[in-house]
Nanobody
Framework: QVQLVESGGGLVQAGGSLRLSCAAS????????MGWFRQALGKEREIVAA????????YYVDSVKGRFTISRDNAKNTVYLQMSSLKPEDTAVYYC???????????????????????WGQGTQVTVSS
């Protein structure tokens, strides 16, 4: 059974940092693109960052560019989101997700649309106080 488990969320003051982890199990995740999304109260779930299977390309939503970094360790079946200079508007539940379309796809794509992802974690709360 495929499982994604996020961890590392919590309460932090504005300007602080957090590192989110997403541990995958039930299936090898090397060779598949992954992403981080977030959903604030009363808002739509939005892409935060995405990474292709090799880790050679990344995408960030404009609001987090220069502050967040997505990375992956395929040997550990884990993807990370390092968040720095956090702002109150970063407060949300953060989810990781995986796209199972074509392992080791020759084009090594990444995906930014939530509809392109097949499995999701349960989410981890990040709260940034001002």
């Amino acid at each position: 059974q495929v499982q994604l488990v996020e961890s590392g969320g919590g309460l932090v003051q504005a300007g602080g940092s957090l590192r989110l982890s997403c541990a995958a199990s039930g299936r090898a995740f090397s060779g598949y693109a992954m992403g981080w999304f977030r959903q604030a109260l009363g808002k739509e779930r939005e892409i935060v960052a995405a990474i292709n299977w090799s880790g050679g390309r990344t995408y960030y939503v404009d609001s987090v560019k220069g502050r967040f970094t997505i990375s992956r360790d395929n040997a550990k079946n884990t993807v990370y989101l390092q968040m720095s200079s956090l702002k109150p508007e970063d407060t949300a539940v953060y989810y990781c997700a995986v796209n199972f379309n074509g392992r080791y796809h020759y084009a090594d794509p990444l995906y930014t649309d939530r509809g392109q992802y097949d499995y999701w974690g349960q989410g981890t709360q990040v709260t940034v106080s001002s």
